[in-house]
């Protein structure tokens, strides 16, 4: 069965404070990784989309990891602010080429304090 | 570029009524869908579209119709709402391939 398993399901972190939310997958066959961002109350926002040739790739203060081989995603934020306060969902793309085959995770909730 | 623009942001039903929840985006983006989101549950696709007059069903498509007559706006058609629609309703859209998707803000809909 094809899943994205996202761990932890929450964490609470000082402001300025790095963390790391990981991510594993068991989607077959595979096409890409996405990280998403969604604000409360709001929609989901992209953050990185990487294929398979790719092991990392940063968008400013957030940097994802892909290990293909182990099946496993990081989304590493450094320096994190207030604003970071959301939730983070891990997606995985079975079908090369189109939207249609999305596997969504659950999330992670991160709260940042000041 | 106002993006991706639902309406109502919230919506309350009685069960057996119906309504429309309306999507429009303004990128010119291809593909467009629509998702529900629930607790303890990854977002799921109820419906999708390729292109204008081109529709397709997703993961849960019961209960709710689409239709796609211009590249802009996509509509989602809740028949005869049931508590079980009660959910959080988000509309996307991208360009074709390994795009990102843009989401609207979502429609919090309750059925009772």
């Known amino acids: 069965k094809n899943q994205v398993e996202q761990s932890p399901q929450s964490l609470i972190i000082l402001e300025g404070k790095n963390c790391t939310l990981q991510c594993n997958y068991t989607v077959s066959p595979f096409s890409n990784l996405r990280w998403y961002k969604q604000d409360t109350g709001r929609g989901p926002v992209s953050l990185t989309i990487m294929t398979f040739s790719e092991n990392t790739k940063s968008n400013g203060r957030y940097t994802a990891t892909l290990d293909a081989d182990t099946k496993q995603s990081s989304l590493h934020i450094t320096a994190s602010q207030l604003s970071d306060s959301a939730s983070y969902i891990c997606v995985v793309s079975g079908e090369a080429g189109n939207n249609r085959k999305l596997i969504w995770g659950l999330g992670t909730s991160l709260a940042v304090n000041p | 570029n106002a993006g991706v623009t639902q309406t109502p942001k919230f919506q309350v039903l009685k069960t057996g009524q119906s309504m429309t929840l309306q999507c429009a985006q303004d990128m010119n983006h291809e593909y467009m869908s629509w998702y529900r989101q629930d607790p303890g549950m990854g977002l799921r696709l109820i419906h999708y579209?390729?292109?204008?007059?081109?529709?397709d069903q997703g993961e849960v498509p019961n209960g709710y119709n689409v239709s796609r007559s211009t590249t802009e706006d996509f509509p989602l058609r809740l028949l005869s709402a049931a508590p079980s629609q009660t959910s959080v309703y988000f509309c996307?859209?991208?360009?074709?391939?390994?795009?990102?998707?843009?989401f609207g803000n979502g429609t919090r809909l309750t059925v009772t």
């Open positions: 579209s390729v292109g204008a007059g081109i529709t």
């Open positions: 996307a859209s991208s360009y074709p391939g390994n795009s990102p998707l843009h």
